[in-house]
């Protein structure tokens, strides 16, 4: 017997930042629950396959983890999907190192919690594609947890998921989807996994941390203020690409302090 029943919540204020291509983020107030929550808002119209949408939230829901950011709720309205999530007060990754590099052994607790939480997303047979500082938020206790699973992918019985036509952001593509762009594992998501490690230690403008486009990390041009020696994370680049430049300027907030 199919049952419908009704959420209702007051949109508070757009949440900045973490918005995603197909998708909206609110901070709003559920009446049912009488709390304050996070409702991710994603267009209909940019979903081909009504089949596919609640696929971000399955998956998010499949890989139910401390480490995981959890879902209250998801909806259909006429024309979104809705997704309520907890409100994450401690903001994100992208925010904490906005102005100052992670200490070493705050660094290490967070990359510890990013390894448990991707952990768990394979083991509910998915690879999360999509790991970077924005999509990395902090409790009320200072752990981190991972959402975001718009890009998330099924793992078929081989640990093999199909990435052809898959939107990956470039400065973040792992070394085999580089190369062949048709197939991730659970190793793409390790690769990616260490990447927030990286920009944490060597704190590159909150610019590029949080818009990471096709000249930042993984064409070695990255915008370090504290290690002005290291071009960024070893290069992967697609064929075709141009090699970076050594001695290039950073990005305009840093160019008159920082070689890349």
């Known amino acids: 017997m199919d049952v419908i029943a009704q959420v209702q ?9 973490i918005a995603g291509k197909n998708s909206r983020v609110f901070l709003a107030f559920d009446h049912h629950l009488h709390t304050e929550l996070v409702v991710k808002e994603i267009e209909k119209a940019r979903i081909s396959d009504p089949a596919r949408y609640f696929d971000e939230a399955r998956a998010f829901h499949a890989s139910a983890h401390p480490r995981v950011v959890t879902v209250h709720w998801a909806a259909d309205r ?8 907890p409100l994450m007060v401690g903001g994100s990754l992208a925010d904490a190192i906005e102005t100052t590099p992670l200490a070493p052994s705050r660094l290490i607790q ?12 394979h083991l509910a047979k998915f690879v999360h594609m999509d790991i970077k500082p924005t999509n990395v938020l902090f409790d009320a206790n200072g752990r981190a947890a991972i959402t975001d699973f718009g890009q998330a992918l099924p793992l078929d019985t081989l640990g093999t998921a199909d990435a052809r036509g898959h939107r990956i952001y ?4 792992p070394p085999e ?9 659970a190793a793409s998501d390790v690769y990616t996994t260490g990447i927030p490690s990286w920009i944490s230690q060597t704190r590159p403008c909150g610019a590029c941390v949080r818009t990471a486009g096709p000249t930042s990390w ?6 370090s203020q504290t290690f002005e020696s290291r071009s960024g994370p070893p290069e992967v680049r697609a064929e075709g ?3 970076p430049k050594r001695g290039r300027k950073a990005c ?7 070689r890349h």
Request: net charge positive; with cysteine; charged share 20%.
């Open 241 to 243: 690409a141009r090699p």
């Open 9 to 17: 919540y007051d949109k508070i204020r757009e949440i900045g930042g």
């Open 177 to 185: 989807i580089a190369r062949s762009g048709a197939v991730a594992t």
């Open 110 to 121: 967070v990359a510890q919690d990013l390894c448990e939480g991707v952990a768990q997303v």
């Open 170 to 173: 470039q400065s973040f593509t």
């Open 218 to 223: 993984s064409y070695g041009r990255a915008c």
């Open 78 to 85: 006429t024309d979104h999907v809705c997704i309520a999530m």
């Open 252 to 258: 305009g907030r840093h160019a008159s302090s920082t």
